[in-house]
């Protein structure tokens, strides 16, 4: 079955016995790009997220859209395999790009850096 689209929110996934309303989203991947700052320090970017509510990832959403979404109150997180602690994902800005970052805690495995490539 195919996701319902709800005019300016994100798709609401469907299981087989009906909606699943939710708004939490954990990430299981990223796509980067690199980034030239204007002091010359070259690095990556997070410019797109892949979201599962099952095993790997069904649906990509941009920097700007994650963005917005958290604004409008949408959730995204990790959970990290060591400990079970949650990461929750905020809007920040690095050398003057609008970008997302995992809530620091110290913890690598739930980090948006540590991601596999979404493929």
Request: charged letters at 15%.
């Amino acid at each position: 079955m195919e996701p319902e689209l709800r005019t300016g929110m994100p798709e609401v996934f469907t299981r087989p016995h009906g909606p699943m309303a939710t708004n939490q989203f954990p990430i299981v991947c990223t796509t980067k790009a690199t980034h030239e700052s204007p002091s010359g320090y070259t690095h990556k970017h997070i410019v797109e997220v892949g979201v599962s509510l099952n095993n790997g990832w069904q649906r990509r959403y941009t920097v700007a859209e994650v963005r917005q979404m958290i604004a409008s109150g949408w959730v995204f997180y990790r959970v990290s395999q060591s400990t079970g602690n949650v990461a929750y994902v905020e809007a920040s800005n690095c050398c003057g790009i609008p970008t997302i970052r995992s809530t620091p805690d110290a913890i690598r495995d739930n980090s948006l850096d540590t991601l596999p490539a979404c493929v």
